[in-house]
């Protein structure tokens, strides 16, 4: 398979194309708020954990016979760090998004970078349905065979089975008492959120980076999120933001030209079984929308490796003289920061729909509760011209899983709307992370809420890039935000050994 490949590159063909006839190219998946952690550079898994299984409910939610059956849900955890139950020393679980939890361990280099110094243990808990955490005894097609089997992935579901094992895990450890903090990103940050939402009596605190957990509805714009990739764009180079807003219209007048398909083929270095300008337009969209996403200060290695400031080498590429008018040229090389920075592919397949992470059953929770209006485009947008269709993603889970989506569930169950003024007197303990470039962040919460719901953001960072592994070439402002992270649940653990020393004193 190739690198580059991206398992939403559907997704995006689908967000950026509602103009375009929906039936010519069905989504296969809608855009997730992936965490897309490092493949290649970390060490070998077992330097960094010890796999677990835990027994787990199926259902924990209902008490029909069904309910009761089983799945094993796969963890990590390492106790090279832990100071243990006699001292109560503290428990840092990650909650696993939608992927592979492997993925993500090796990835939330922060909690590996903090654990000496908070004598922490550190659990990564994958999602059901991901992974190997698949219930129907682990047999994949079963279990996502249709809405009857899929029905029981959901993130209330999810939540609980984090309870359901950190409570076990604690018991199991004899350490009842060790305060548990929970961390996580992009959708594994709403998990987070709202675990500590809903069990305080589990969790003390909760690190939610780049969570967009006001991105439904309409709490936040549909144009928000494109809105930040034109400004991270435009903000680089106003002739960067040009040419890529301009070349829509030319890719879709040159696919339609006789021959024009080829051209297009040629010029992008694309392998024999091109489609058509629309998967082109997907394809491209894809590197813009993943690498605003990951414009991080170092360099990463995202789905493929990229150069620091990626956005920044696209508009390089793009204002490059030596291209002179060759819009195609200019985006080829462009996208080649994103799809080819080590100059190992030889042809780009925009056909490629494989997904080496396990990313796939997203597109079920896109279809049932995670209805996320993030596609609009106003007329300023580096992206053509488009408004949200609810409509166009329920006939696509009707058609796909006969199902119908919730798109009110997510604020029923865990609330968004005003959250000020709810969350004000309701909740404690919980810092937001947002990077202003990340267009995620519209979405996120970006004021404080109360003396401990706390906001941070860093008008320079990306996508939970405070999760990351620190390096030695870090900017100061991202050492900072660390810093602050550190400082506060450095708090939230002293005010929580205060307490338990008071209560052992009363009871
Ligand atoms: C925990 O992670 C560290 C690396 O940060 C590694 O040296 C250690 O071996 C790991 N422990 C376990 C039990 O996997
Ligand atoms: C706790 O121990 C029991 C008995 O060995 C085991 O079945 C269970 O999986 C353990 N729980 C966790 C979270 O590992
Ligand atoms: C959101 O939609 C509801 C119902 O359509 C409407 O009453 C409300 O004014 C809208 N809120 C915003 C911020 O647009
Ligand atoms: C691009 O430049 C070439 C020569 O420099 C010229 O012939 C052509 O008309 C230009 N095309 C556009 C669209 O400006
Ligand atoms: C990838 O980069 C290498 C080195 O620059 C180049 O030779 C190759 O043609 C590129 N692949 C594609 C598909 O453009
Ligand atoms: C939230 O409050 C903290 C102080 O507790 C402050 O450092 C931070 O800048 C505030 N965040 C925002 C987004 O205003």
């Given amino acids: 398979m190739a690198p580059w490949m991206l398992p939403l590159f559907y997704a995006f063909i689908f967000v950026h194309s509602s103009h375009l006839s929906f039936a010519k190219f069905p989504p296969r998946y809608f855009p997730s708020s992936l965490i897309r952690p490092e493949t290649t550079s970390s060490p070998s898994n077992n330097e960094f954990y010890k796999t677990k299984y835990f027994t787990q409910n199926l259902d924990h939610f209902n008490y029909n016979p069904q309910s009761y059956q089983t799945f094993q849900q796969r963890y990590l955890i390492n106790d090279t760090f832990w100071g243990g139950n006699?001292?109560?020393?503290?428990?840092?679980?990650?909650?696993?998004?939608?992927?592979?939890?492997?993925?993500?361990?090796?990835?939330?280099?922060?909690?590996?970078?903090?654990?000496?110094?908070?004598k922490a243990l550190l659990v990564f808990i994958e999602h059901r349905y991901y992974g190997k955490s698949?219930?129907?005894?682990?047999?994949k097609?079963?279990?996502?065979?249709?809405?009857?089997?899929?029905?029981?992935?959901?993130?209330?579901?999810?939540?609980?089975?984090?309870?359901?094992?950190?409570?076990?895990?604690?018991?199991?450890?004899t350490a009842m008492d060790s305060p548990v903090i929970v961390f996580g990103g992009s959708y594994g940050g709403m998990l987070a959120a709202w675990f500590r939402l809903k069990y305080p009596h589990v969790a003390i605190g909760a690190l939610s980076s780049s969570s967009?957990?006001?991105?439904?509805?309409?709490?936040?714009?549909?144009?928000?999120?494109?809105?930040?990739?034109t400004q991270d764009f435009r903000s680089e180079s106003e002739n960067c933001y040009k040419v890529i807003k301009g070349s829509w219209k030319q890719i879709e007048d040159t696919a339609a030209k006789h021959g024009g398909l080829e051209l297009l083929r040629k010029s992008f270095h694309i392998c024999k079984n091109y489609i058509s300008g629309d998967y082109l337009e997907g394809w491209l969209s894809t590197a813009f929308v993943y690498t605003a996403m990951t414009d991080y200060p170092t360099p990463s290695n995202f789905l493929s490796p990229m150069p620091a400031y990626p956005i920044k080498e696209m508009c390089k590429a793009i204002d490059n003289p030596k291209f002179g008018n060759d819009t195609f040229a200019k985006l080829y090389h462009a996208a080649s920061v994103y799809y080819n920075y080590t100059g190992d592919v030889s042809c780009f397949d925009l056909a490629d729909d494989s997904d080496p992470h396990d990313l796939g059953g997203w597109q079920w929770q896109a279809c049932t509760e995670m209805i996320?209006?993030?596609?609009?485009?106003?007329?300023?947008?580096?992206?053509?011209?488009?408004?949200?269709?609810?409509?166009?993603?329920?006939?696509?889970?009707?058609?796909?899983?006969?199902?119908?989506?919730?798109?009110?569930?997510?604020?029923?169950?865990?609330?968004g709307h005003d959250i000020t003024r709810v969350l004000k007197r309701f909740g404690s303990n919980i810092i937001f992370f947002n990077g202003l470039?990340?267009?995620?962040?519209?979405?996120?919460?970006?004021?404080?809420?109360?003396?401990?719901?706390?906001?941070i953001v860093e008008p320079k960072g990306a996508h939970h890039v405070d999760l990351r592994f620190s390096t030695s070439k870090d900017p100061k402002w991202l050492r900072d935000v660390r810093k602050r992270e550190i400082n506060i649940m450095k708090d939230w653990i002293s005010e929580y050994h205060h307490n338990l020393a008071d209560s052992d004193a009363q009871y």
Avoid at 134 to 139: M, N, R, S
Avoid at 440 to 455: C, E, F, H, T
């Fill in 134 to 139: 698949i219930p129907y005894g682990g047999d």
């Fill in 141 to 173: 097609k079963k279990a996502y065979k249709s809405s009857k089997t899929l029905g029981y992935l959901s993130s209330t579901q999810a939540l609980a089975d984090y309870a359901t094992l950190i409570i076990d895990l604690k018991k199991n450890l």
């Fill in 212 to 229: 967009p957990i006001l991105q439904f509805e309409n709490i936040t714009s549909q144009y928000s999120f494109n809105n930040i990739i």
């Fill in 437 to 455: 470039r990340d267009p995620w962040s519209g979405g996120g919460v970006l004021k404080n809420i109360s003396k401990s719901i706390i906001a």
């Fill in 372 to 415: 996320m209006p993030t596609s609009g485009n106003t007329k300023e947008s580096i992206f053509p011209v488009s408004t949200y269709s609810y409509e166009g993603r329920a006939q696509y889970c009707q058609d796909y899983y006969k199902v119908q989506p919730r798109p009110t569930w997510i604020t029923t169950e865990f609330g």
């Fill in 86 to 118: 006699k001292i109560n020393a503290p428990i840092f679980v990650y909650t696993g998004n939608e992927g592979n939890i492997e993925w993500f361990a090796q990835n939330t280099g922060f909690m590996y970078d903090i654990a000496p110094e908070f």
